[in-house]
């Protein structure tokens, strides 16, 4: 099943026309479809100043020849109603502006590379600092090798720093990897991740809302962060600075009631106070990928066991028991009355525990007394 081949082509003129996270555009075409929009806009233009631009540019546009030119570089467009299309972006429509004027349902995303989109149910979106520390790289290709090794797709947004190391620590466990951009999925944005991206569009999947061959805006970068909030399950933070676009992608994690993690850091480390922030707000923490795959999985999956030391042989006594084996002394054997004196008990019990400590070699007899063993103080 798929759209409508008017549908489609309506959603490429529009998405060719218009800035990427109109959210009125969106709205628009959630309510009449995208073929209704253009005619009328094509009619009657708009009465808004601001779009008057983009309406000019749409009379100019020719969706067909601009499917083709995109399929004939590997692009393909996925719209609501194709199999492909990921229903959980549909969130958007009812999610708050995390910024001003930018938001809404996708008219559509172009997609290079064969792992689909409809295939990104069990995914992760781990984002960060661009200025990751070595710890937060580290911390990220383990978490994000966890993930991939079970199957587990990671989305993040091909940056420097936390992002790059996502995608390489998916790819070096042979998981899926998909990279959404601000700028054309046809293009290498940044140019140093060439390779990175390159491989993405062979294995994984590089997605953008933004049409072939635009450039990367800010505002684009703050547009395309719901979608990576949306795609997933949950959002991962692992170094962010109080002002940062992976908390901004963090934000629409929580408008689309996505669950949002913080990997902690150093509390001097200006690259994780933002994380900190996120942490006290109530984001849940996390500092490995079984933890994420517990916070983010069905209920009884990916269960974690909590971290303690380990395990010592008096750790099976009962509370009775410490309490004479902690009136033992080291070195000169003591005898039973002072042993019962200081444990706080009647002899005859004292004794009780005392044979039992001596069998299970906690104490030792000594002439007339007892002390305890080398192996009850290790």
Not at 58 to 85: H, I, K, M, S, Y
Not at 137 to 163: H, I, N, P, Q, Y
Not at 172 to 199: K, Q, S, W
Not at 290 to 317: F, I, K, W
Request: proline share 5%.
């Amino acid at each position: 099943m798929s759209a409508s081949e008017a549908e489609r082509l309506a959603r490429v003129a529009l998405a060719m026309a218009f800035e990427p996270a109109d959210p009125d555009l969106a709205r628009d075409v959630a309510a009449r479809g995208a073929v209704s929009v253009r005619e009328d806009l094509l009619r009657t233009g708009s009465r808004d100043g601001n779009r008057k631009d983009a309406v000019a540019r749409l009379a100019a546009v020719d969706p067909a020849r601009d499917l083709e030119r995109a399929q004939t570089n590997g692009l393909r467009f996925v719209v609501p109603g194709d199999d492909e299309w990921p229903t959980q972006l549909d969130d958007l429509e009812h999610a708050p502006e995390i910024v001003e004027g930018r938001g809404g349902v996708p008219l559509g995303l172009w997609v290079r590379g064969p792992v689909t989109l409809d295939s990104l149910d069990d995914s992760v979106a781990v984002v960060g600092s661009r200025s990751a520390t070595d710890y937060g790289t580290s911390v990220t290709r383990e978490m994000c090798g966890v993930l991939a090794k079970s199957r587990w797709a990671v989305v993040s947004g091909a940056a420097f720093g936390v992002d790059q190391a996502a995608h390489r620590g998916a790819v070096a466990a042979g998981g899926p990897t998909v990279a959404v951009l601000a700028c054309g999925a046809d293009r290498i944005y940044p140019a140093a991740h060439e390779r990175l991206l390159e491989h993405l569009a062979e294995h994984g999947a590089v997605v953008s809302e933004a049409p072939p061959g635009a450039s990367p805006m800010k505002l684009r970068f703050l547009a395309r962060n719901r979608i990576i909030a949306a795609l997933t399950r949950g959002t991962v933070v692992v170094e962010a600075a109080p002002r940062s676009g992976a908390l901004n992608t963090a934000g629409w994690a929580d408008g689309v009631s996505r669950q949002v993690m913080g990997v902690p850091g150093p509390v001097t480390a200006l690259t994780s106070a933002g994380v900190h922030l996120l942490i006290r707000r109530g984001a849940t923490l996390v500092s490995s990928g079984a933890e994420v795959l517990e916070a983010v999985g069905a209920a009884g999956d990916h269960l974690t066991v909590d971290v303690r030391g380990p395990e010592r042989p008096r750790d099976h006594l009962s509370v009775r028991q410490l309490q004479v084996l902690d009136a033992l002394p080291v070195g000169r054997p003591s005898g039973l009355d002072s042993i019962a004196r200081i444990a706080g008990m009647e002899a005859a019990e004292t004794a009780r525990h005392l044979a039992d400590l001596t069998r299970n070699g906690f104490a030792e007899k000594a002439g007339a007394g007892w002390r305890i063993t080398a192996f009850a103080r290790t």
